[in-house]
């Protein structure tokens, strides 16, 4: 499965600092990456198109679909961020060549975190995610 690589990121800001928060990368042979973007860890994950999962080094590999025959919906990971920026540790934003940035004012938030979630959804199926989100709004309420 040949594709195109990409990569977005997932900036926040409480209305004077923009930070980075996570990054998510498809390699051209189909394989999804991602991590949080604190310094000096190495928090990571991977989708690998064979169908080999791996949370970072800390995990044994879980073997899942292969890519090419994906279906359905899955959980890649789930990341509750603190809301206060300037206590966090990520890294500011500086604008970059990047396919498309997720951007999260943080002053419109009731709660003190907020929980990013990132799935992947077999293509022409947007109504699996028409389905979570229907599921999930009662929960975030």
């Known amino acids: 499965m040949e594709t195109e690589r990409k990569r977005v ?8 600092e ?9 390699s051209k042979d189909g394989s999804f ?13 991977s989708y690998h198109a064979s169908g080999t999962f ?11 679909q292969k890519l090419s025959n994906f279906k359905g919906i899955s959980n890649l990971s789930t990341v509750a961020v603190a809301k206060n920026v300037k206590k ?5 934003f500086k604008p970059k060549r990047l396919d498309g940035v997720v951007y ?7 709660k003190n975190t907020v929980n990013i979630h990132l799935f992947l959804i077999e ?3 947007p109504e699996l995610l028409r389905g979570l989100l229907s ?3 009662p929960i975030y309420k």
Do not use: C
């Open 135 to 137: 599921m999930m709004s």
């Open 18 to 26: 923009i930070r980075r928060l996570l990054w998510i990368e498809q």
């Open 123 to 125: 293509q022409g199926r």
């Open 54 to 64: 791996r949370f970072s080094n800390y995990h044994e590999p879980l073997e899942r």
């Open 104 to 110: 999260i004012d943080f002053r419109s938030m009731k």
């Open 33 to 45: 990456y991602w991590g949080l973007i604190i310094p000096q860890s190495d928090l990571h994950s």
């Open 88 to 92: 966090v540790t990520y890294k500011p």
């Open 9 to 16: 990121e997932v900036v926040a800001t409480d209305g004077e």
